[in-house]
T-cell receptor, first 112, second 110 residues
Framework: DAGITQSPRHKVTETGTPVTLRCHQT?????MYWYRQDPGHGLRLIHY???????DKGEVSDGYSVSRSKTEDFLLTLESATSSQTSVYFC???????????FGPGTRLTVL | KNEVEQSPQNLTAQEGEFITINCSYS?????LHWLQQHPGGGIVSLFM???GKKKHGRLIATINIQEKHSSLHITASHPRDSAVYIC????????????FGTGTSLTVIP
């Protein structure tokens, strides 16, 4: 199994609070991704990174920001959480953009 | 409009049956991926293919580039195959971004 961890695994927070999710990899892969998974929508890309300090927006980036200061860590921040951001968040990594992606275990976020 | 469509959405089979899950896509692709998501939530990659057919154990994935269609077959299905199967494509139209289908939920009954 690819070495990917996500923290926290579960979080309940209130509307308007900031939230940061962390993705950590031990594979030294260049690409890292944040997805959200919601019923009826499948996985949707929020942001991705193609190197340290190199990030780009995905399909559903509004309300989210990311940072990658080290190869192994990719942070997803909800500056002011809203109920519509209640979801399961998955991090993934890949060596190249078209390569197989390896997924983390997911973080279940509930915004009340 | 979904770039990737899967059918059926839900599938129930008896143990031992041959199962087919279909995936159609509407964009130009660099590769197509089949993923498996178990009830616990973890997602694993089963296949990545850009042409022809691949086989791994009881799983077979095929792709027809001209028809923009892929199938995932499971032979001699088993209850442990119960999971959600997700089709995804990387599209060269959009810088190799991934697009995911909404998944097919498979239940195999003993």
């Amino acid at each position: 199994d690819a070495g990917i961890t996500q923290s926290p695994r579960h979080k309940v927070t209130e509307t308007g609070t900031p939230v940061t999710l962390r993705c950590h990899q031990t594979e030294n892969h260049r690409y890292m991704y944040w997805y959200r998974q919601d019923p009826g929508h499948g996985l949707r890309l929020i942001h991705y990174s193609y190197g340290v300090k190199d990030t780009d927006k995905g399909e559903v980036s509004d309300g989210y920001s990311v940072s990658r200061s080290k190869t192994e860590d990719f942070l997803l921040t909800l500056e002011s959480a809203t109920s519509s951001q209640t979801s399961v968040y998955f991090c993934a990594i890949s060596a190249a953009q078209t390569d197989t992606q390896y997924f983390g275990p997911g973080t279940r976020l509930t915004v009340l | 409009k979904n770039e990737v469509e899967q059918s059926p959405q839900n599938l129930t089979a008896q143990e031992g049956e041959f199962i087919t899950i279909n995936c159609s896509y509407s964009v130009g692709i660099s590769a197509l991926h089949w993923l498996q998501q178990h009830p616990g939530g973890g997602i694993v990659s089963l296949f990545m293919l850009s042409s022809g057919k691949k086989k791994h154990g009881r799983l077979i994935a095929t792709i027809n580039i001209q028809e923009k269609h892929s199938s995932l077959h499971i032979t001699a299905s088993h209850p442990r195959d119960s999971a959600v199967y997700i089709c995804a494509v990387t599209s060269y139209n959009t810088g190799n971004q991934f697009y995911f289908g909404t998944g097919t939920s498979l239940t195999v009954i003993p």
